[in-house]
């Protein structure tokens, strides 16, 4: 019998929620791409709850127990001798969020004995060490395109909120003022600029057909090019990389995974390329851009601002200068988890262990290293390297 550990985010601070601001869940048939949703056997909770908290399980536990398994639930990740790392040594399959990563380090990998699974219940395992889980013949797997939309939605969100200067405007409101001036002297119409995403894959694709109705001038950087019919049909001007695209554009959104070729890409020397006043949005992984950089282009005004929901290490200390730093719209990682998305990785964290266990294949969209090597997705999303993984300090 397997042990399943589990890593989720805590409870709200008040409690487990007894109702929700809504009675269901919008059906999607299946995802932009004609790819299915997730097609577990069984679903033991209720679509619209709150699932990725400690309480909510992921909805595994009935199933899990029914067939004589172990499920060990924790919110202690890190830290010398957290509850994660007690109950590391001797687990089977290891469940992790990006919202909430357990790091499985290359020390983490080794002392795990046992461990013969890693599972991100959403998308980017760029927690996983990969080069050691390959070493250590440890199958990685993801719920590709579970929460692809839900995050092209947060970037939309994100940009607007930046280029109107709505947070601040809000603010305005709560603190009980009125002062127009105030609010507009930094908000500009985001019609006519020049938008542009580094990575044009699930999410990246679905954020520019989402700006298309704003009439802006869509560009794109991606080691893989779209088809010509998808340049035509969004009017989109390819860049053969960032350092190409980004002179050109207004608004920049990071949509890439973490891997040794992207870490760091936005850095001093990316920043000052970029048009003065521009945007940058972040909700792909933190280390894509050098943190202290992200805070010396906003204090110099290069950058008018920066948003986001990626930090690292995560959570994020409440030191981190990314809390205080001027302009920004920076919020805990959440874009991927709404309640739509958490029912549909709940559900392919579930057909992936049901896959595992009956001893079938995984399916390859899901995967990420299997049989000691990068295969399905991620031979095409990832690459693998040495120290593209380590904690680095808050």
């Not at 809000?170 to 995403?197: F, K, P």
């Not at 994020?316 to 739509?340: N, Q, Y």
Request: negative net charge; proline residues 7%; glycine residues 8%.
């Amino acid at each position: 019998m397997a042990k399943v550990l589990c890593v989720l985010y805590e409870d709200p601070e008040d409690g487990y929620p007894t109702s929700y601001a809504r009675d269901d869940l919008p059906r999607i048939e299946h995802y932009p791409n004609g790819q299915s949703l997730p097609t577990p056997q069984g679903v033991d909770f209720t679509p619209g709850h709150l699932l990725g908290s400690v309480s909510g399980e992921l909805g595994l536990r009935r199933f899990l127990e029914s067939q004589g398994h172990t499920l060990v639930v924790v919110s202690d990740k890190d830290g010398e001798n957290s509850a994660f790392d007690r109950e590391l040594p001797d687990a089977d399959v290891v469940i992790s969020q990006p919202f909430w990563p357990a790091y499985l380090t290359p020390e983490r990998i080794a002392a795990a004995t046992n461990l013969k699974l890693a599972i991100t219940a959403g998308i980017g395992s760029d927690h996983v060490d990969l080069d050691a889980a390959i070493e250590h013949n440890v199958t990685v797997a993801e719920v590709t395109y579970c929460n692809s939309i839900s995050v092209a939605e947060h970037v939309t969100m994100m940009i607007l909120s930046l280029v109107r200067n709505y947070i601040p405007s809000h603010q305005r409101v709560l603190d009980g003022g009125w002062n127009i001036a105030d609010c507009v002297a930094r908000s500009y119409d985001l019609e006519g600029m020049h938008v542009g995403t580094v990575a044009a894959g699930r999410i990246g694709l679905a954020v520019l057909r989402r700006l298309k109705p704003f009439d802006v001038h869509l560009h794109y950087t991606d080691r893989h090019r779209l088809p010509q019919a998808v340049e035509e049909e969004l009017n989109l001007v390819f860049h053969p990389s960032a350092a190409d695209m980004v002179p050109a554009c207004d608004v920049v959104t990071v949509n890439a995974p973490l891997h040794p070729e992207t870490e760091g890409l936005f850095d001093d020397k990316l920043l000052a390329t970029m048009k003065r006043g521009s945007y940058l949005i972040n909700t792909a992984r933190a280390k894509i851009c050098d943190r202290d950089a992200i805070v010396r282009a906003l204090e110099n005004g290069q950058l008018a601002g920066y948003a986001g929901d990626v930090w690292f290490p995560q959570p994020a200390g409440p030191d981190h200068p990314w809390r205080t730093m001027p302009h920004h719209g920076m919020t805990p990682h959440i874009s991927g988890s709404s309640l739509a998305a958490q029912a549909r990785y709940a559900d392919g964290t579930r057909e992936i262990l049901e896959s595992w266990l009956a001893g079938t294949p995984i399916r390859p969209e899901y995967l990420i290293v299997d049989g000691g090597k990068l295969a399905g997705t991620g031979a095409h999303s990832y690459s693998v390297a040495k120290g593209a993984h380590e904690i680095a300090p808050s």
